[in-house]
């Protein structure tokens, strides 16, 4: 079986387009200026019904505030990557800006919250290149 592939819609479509090029863009509301991910009809900070978001490139660096180790596939197309790790990060360019993923290095790479981290993307051969993390390897104290 094949994993989900990710479908463009009217709302997403720039952030696939990005992903395409290895980027990391945001949704960045046109009332209040701040990001958030997913957009959605109201922005989630100012309530904008209106928010007429714009997708631009973002620093994909950030901080791991949680983490959990996948052990059972419960979509299909994933069986053959378990285990993995997601680790919930949040972005430096906004406080409370965050984003899940797949942890690259793998599940045996020891973690510790606040651990550092830079957004990478995993290839596929059908479809867009999903964001994802790896620890970033110029971080002070970097194992």
Not at 61 to 69: D, E, I, L, Q
Not at 126 to 133: E, H, I, S
Request: net charge negative; aromatic share 6%; hydrophobic share 40%.
């Amino acid at each position: 079986m094949h994993k989900p592939v990710p479908v463009p819609d009217p709302t997403s479509e720039a952030y696939w387009a990005a992903a395409a090029e290895h980027r990391l863009a945001l949704a960045r509301c046109g009332h209040c200026g701040r990001l958030t991910h997913p957009p959605d009809v109201v922005c989630p900070h100012c309530l904008s019904t209106d928010p007429g978001f714009t997708f631009e490139p973002v620093d994909g660096r950030g901080t791991v505030r949680s983490w959990t180790v996948l052990r059972d596939s419960f979509l299909p197309g994933f069986a053959e990557d378990i285990p993995f790790v997601l680790v919930d990060v949040e972005l430096d360019v906004q406080a409370d800006l965050r984003l899940i993923g797949r942890l690259v290095d793998g599940p045996d790479t020891p973690l510790r919250l606040g651990d550092r981290v830079v957004t990478v993307f995993d290839a596929r051969d059908d479809g867009p290149p999903v964001p994802a993390f790896s620890l970033d390897p110029t971080a002070e104290g970097a194992r």
